[in-house]
């Protein structure tokens, strides 16, 4: 079995300040990791994946994220936030064909 | 590219009846998935098809059935609603099924069961 947690149902940030979304996950063999954004009243969009090699990954809008294999983690961090970076994040993990969510994170940037 | 299209938006149906939901995948997408969003659930899997064949199934009753089509449009079939069948449906395509590919959503149909 394959599991994804996402331990914070909340992160708050001070614009410009840096983030980090946390994500653990729990998979038999190699993990395929992916995180999304959804934008209220949006659907979600894809912002960067773990496949294999550099351990730092970075997606769209300045994102980066960070695989960690010993501790299992895939942490999405950005050096500066932005108000309009306010949305709910998914952490997403696939393998053998199945893809599990965590159950998401609100992130709300205030000025 | 178009995006992920889904029809209808909303639908309302009443406990018992059956419902369609269709879902057009990007021009070239082969692989298509269904998920369900639910406020206590999250997102779950609810299936995954590719070249016309069930690849993967969730742990969703029997009620809940899909298929594809040679366009690789796709269809999710709800029989007998259910009051917890309401949800926001996401309907996902990629390029191929295998792990490495990520997904692009369309904007879900709301269903409400009443």
């Known amino acids: 079995a394959q599991s994804v947690a996402q331990p914070e149902d909340q992160v708050n940030v001070a614009e410009g300040n840096p983030l980090t979304v946390k994500c653990t996950y729990s998979v038999s063999g190699n993990p395929y990791l992916f995180w999304y954004v959804q934008y209220p009243n949006r659907g979600l969009q894809f912002l960067l994946k773990y496949i294999t090699g550099d351990n730092l990954v970075k997606g769209s809008y300045g994102f980066e994220a960070e695989f960690n294999k010993s501790q299992t983690s895939f942490h999405l961090k950005k050096p500066s936030a932005l108000v309009s970076d306010s949305a709910l994040y998914f952490c997403?993990?696939?393998?053998?064909?199945?893809?599990?969510f965590g159950d998401g994170t609100t992130l709300t940037v205030k000025p | 590219k178009a995006g992920v299209t889904q029809t209808p938006r909303y639908l309302i149906k009443t406990r018992g009846q059956q419902v369609t939901l269709s879902c057009s995948p990007i021009s070239g997408h082969r692989s298509v998935s269904w998920y369900q969003q639910t406020p206590g659930q999250g997102l779950q899997f609810l299936f995954e098809?590719?070249?016309?064949?069930?690849?993967n199934k969730g742990n969703f009753p029997g009620r809940f059935s899909g298929r594809q089509f040679s366009n690789s449009r796709s269809e999710m079939n709800v029989s007998t609603l259910e009051l917890g069948d309401s949800a926001l449906y996401l309907c996902?395509?990629?390029?191929?099924?295998?792990?490495?590919?990520?997904?692009?959503f369309g904007p879900g149909t709301r269903l409400t069961v009443t």
């Open positions: 098809y590719f070249s016309e064949t069930q690849r």
């Open positions: 996902a395509s990629s390029l191929s099924p295998t792990n490495a590919y990520e997904q692009y």
């Open positions: 997403a993990l696939t393998n053998a064909g199945k893809s599990t």
